[in-house]
């Protein structure tokens, strides 16, 4: 699940970290860089278990209104909800359930917030066209799939709340529920409680990729921030904000530490990575900046990789008014 994406966003906010903390001890870093990934998997599973909280809560429900249905002799509620295939299949999830046994925060500690997520639902369109749609595994799995988009994907009480839950979840939850949403597609009846969720890594490589990109960012800082003022050119690098500096260091980092990355892949990811962490026009000091420290490497020498033509005016300036919308 964890993917260089993320593993790059971590990497700049532990960075930045290193050099705020006046204890600069890369071994103490790297540890609390690893504990910061773990922390992302543990927000994946919380949220396939909160699926499961208000699938429950559902049921809870329709337990009273049952009941009151038989006193009052009225017709029965809907029980599509709480028996929903698919959430029942996750509910009974080998592994998730092993998972959030070693947890202590549960979704049972945050009932209000459950049950006002359920009546949003039990309210949303999605929910009465649902209830009018063939009964299949299908169609249960996919009203999962466009709740979340819809309800808990965008939901601003849940990331306060989440937010409340652990700090490290302040910038995760968006790369997070992407792989949720993966993981409800991926959901097949016939496997049942075997159902297998994303690995926390899908080989040691992305380990490896991780370590090696966090370490050379922080033992080759000096001679990276040469490399930047060699070929500022134009640009007064001193007057960078360190945020910047900071991005640019590990950009290089990956430029020069991982032969297999395209030039192009590695600007584009700091560049994209600039317009959230940085001032709002840094990201196009920084794709000139890193195209123009590339070249300069190639032809020092130091780089031994293609760098394709920099893309149009007009690209750019499309791009910058995309930011500013």
């Known amino acids: 699940m964890i993917n260089r994406e993320l593993i790059r966003i971590k990497i700049v906010q532990l960075t930045y970290a290193y050099y705020q903390n006046g204890n600069k001890n890369i071994d103490t870093a790297e540890k609390e860089l690893f504990f910061s990934l773990s922390?992302?998997?543990?927000?994946?599973?919380?949220l396939l278990a909160l699926i499961v909280a208000v699938t429950r809560e559902s049921r809870r429900r329709l337990e009273v209104l049952q009941a009151k249905a038989l006193r009052e002799g009225t017709a029965e509620p809907s029980q599509k909800l709480a028996?929903?295939?698919?959430?029942?299949?996750?509910?009974?999830?080998?592994?998730?359930?092993?998972?959030?046994?070693?947890?202590?925060?549960?979704?049972?500690?945050?009932?209000?917030f459950v049950g006002r997520l359920l009546e949003q639902i039990e309210q949303s369109q999605i929910y009465k066209d649902y209830l009018e749609a063939e009964d299949?595994?299908?169609?249960?799995?996919?009203?999962?799939?466009?709740?979340?988009?819809?309800?808990?994907?965008?939901?601003?009480?849940?990331d306060l709340l989440l937010e409340e839950q652990s700090l490290y979840w302040n910038d995760?939850?968006?790369?997070?529920?992407?792989?949720?949403?993966?993981?409800?597609?991926?959901?097949?009846?016939?496997?049942?409680?075997?159902?297998?969720?994303?690995?926390?890594?899908?080989?040691?490589?992305?380990?490896?990729?991780?370590?090696?990109?966090?370490?050379?960012?922080?033992?080759?800082?000096?001679?990276?921030?040469?490399?930047?003022?060699?070929?500022s050119l134009n640009w007064d690098f001193s007057r960078l904000a360190y945020m910047d500096v900071i991005i640019m260091q590990i950009a290089i980092a990956e430029m020069l530490t991982f032969p297999s990355i395209p030039l192009m892949v590695t600007i584009n990811e700091f560049v994209d990575l600039a317009k959230v962490y940085s001032t709002p026009r840094s990201f196009s000091y920084i794709n000139g900046?890193?195209?123009?420290?590339?070249?300069?490497?190639?032809?020092?020498?130091?780089?031994?990789?293609?760098?394709?033509?920099?893309?149009p005016a007009q690209q750019r300036k499309e791009d910058a008014g995309d930011e500013q919308e």
């Open 39 to 46: 922390k992302a998997y543990d927000l994946y599973n919380h």
């Open 83 to 112: 028996y929903n295939r698919f959430a029942l299949q996750l509910e009974g999830n080998k592994q998730l359930a092993a998972f959030m046994e070693t947890q202590k925060r549960t979704w049972a500690d945050e009932q209000e």
């Open 172 to 231: 995760d939850k968006e790369v997070v529920d992407t792989f949720v949403l993966k993981t409800i597609k991926r959901f097949d009846e016939k496997n049942g409680s075997k159902q297998e969720l994303l690995p926390e890594y899908d080989s040691e490589e992305e380990k490896d990729y991780a370590r090696k990109l966090f370490r050379a960012a922080i033992l080759n800082a000096d001679e990276y921030q040469r490399y930047m003022s060699e070929a």
């Open 289 to 311: 900046m890193l195209d123009g420290i590339a070249r300069h490497l190639i032809r020092q020498g130091r780089l031994l990789k293609q760098l394709v033509p920099p893309r």
């Open 136 to 158: 299949t595994y299908e169609v249960d799995r996919e009203l999962w799939r466009r709740l979340y988009k819809t309800l808990i994907q965008e939901n601003d009480d849940l």
